[in-house]
């Protein structure tokens, strides 16, 4: 197992550099730089090849990326042009946001999905599936934005349930249990938005991987044997229907930390994805690069995890 692992991390390094390569690259051809998406009317000429010269944008294109990878090899990103500060600590700040809706959302939804697809799946073309199935359809068709705007209008406008965006209320003051209890207010429809649109694909994606694994020979065995239904589809039966399901476990990690950027943006909440997608607005090459770069390594990472985690749930796998 050791050495497989160091194998493949050693086989990230030319991949990565594949990965640096092609990102740099889109970004060099987007046109404009982060001079000119400014668009002060007030700035000369002389004053816009003054400030290239001094955030390097001046340069070729071949010497730009060296810079920047020999940067990136020392662990430093480089400063944001948007927020004048190192991009890692700009990171830092958002993305625990994004963080805690994303955890709180996979955590409903594989809950949900687990014990809805296994029912359904159980009770194949009854009332309760079609239900599911509907239900299914309904959130893989809806939008995100379509959704988060129709709970807002509802929840937050119509009946004050919850706030209608932000993390906190500005200005309150109190303890630190108030002080989550306020964030679990603001997130309450974020995470409701997310827990939904993920719920819709997996309870489709367990249904399925459970329908396949109750018609297997064991599981008749099992029946035969006597032993309780609760012990087959649970113990047995469900243990390897999750078996597909650790490709998509692994492929969670990145999402965990990437931000909602629409869902970010309706309900005005600070988090990563809303602050990635005004570096690309205002090209911040910079962070665009670092927390582009960021994602692939946790893509990555979590794409071996999910190698590691096959190996250890089915002892057929044997990782050489």
């Known amino acids: 197992m050791k050495q497989y692992i160091i194998r493949r991390l050693l086989q990230m390094i030319p991949t990565m550099i594949g990965i640096s390569i092609i990102v740099f690259a889109i970004t060099a051809l987007i046109p404009g730089d982060y001079i000119t998406a400014q668009q002060n009317p007030n700035m000369t000429a002389e004053k816009a090849q003054q400030l290239r010269e001094i955030y390097g944008l001046d340069k070729g294109v071949v010497d730009r990326y060296f810079t920047w990878v020999g940067h990136m090899i020392t662990g430093n990103m480089g400063d944001s042009l948007q927020h004048k500060r190192p991009v890692t600590d700009v990171i830092g700040d958002y993305v625990w946001n994004s963080f805690i809706i994303a955890f709180f959302s996979l955590m409903f939804s594989w809950i949900i999905a687990i014990l809805t697809g296994v029912l359904s799946a159980k009770f194949q073309y009854s009332f309760f599936d079609k239900i599911v199935t509907l239900f299914v359809f309904l959130c893989m068709s ?12 509802f929840l937050a406008v119509d009946l004050k349930l919850f706030p209608v965006g932000g993390m906190t209320t500005a200005g309150q003051p109190g303890s630190t249990w108030d002080y989550i209890l306020d964030v679990a207010n603001h997130m309450f429809m974020p995470v409701l938005v997310l827990t939904m649109l993920s719920t819709g694909s997996l309870t489709r994606y367990f249904r399925t991987s459970m329908l396949e694994v109750i018609r ?21 039966a469900l243990r390897n229907a999750m078996l597909p399901a650790i490709t998509l476990m692994g492929l969670e990690l990145p999402g965990l930390f990437g931000g909602a950027i629409i869902l970010e943006k309706i309900f005005v909440w600070p988090g990563v994805g809303q602050v990635y997608l005004e570096s690309i607005t205002m090209r911040d090459y910079p962070f665009m690069l670092g927390f582009t770069i960021f994602l692939a390594v946790l893509t990555l990472l979590g794409t071996l995890l999910s190698d590691v985690l096959y190996g250890v749930a089915d002892p ?3 990782l050489k």
């Open 316 to 318: 057929r796998i044997r």
């Open 142 to 153: 809806l939008p995100s934005f379509f959704l988060g705007l129709v709970l807002i209008k």
């Open 216 to 236: 297997q020979d064991y599981i008749r065995t099992a029946r035969a044997k006597g032993l309780k239904e609760r012990t087959v589809i649970f113990k047995h």
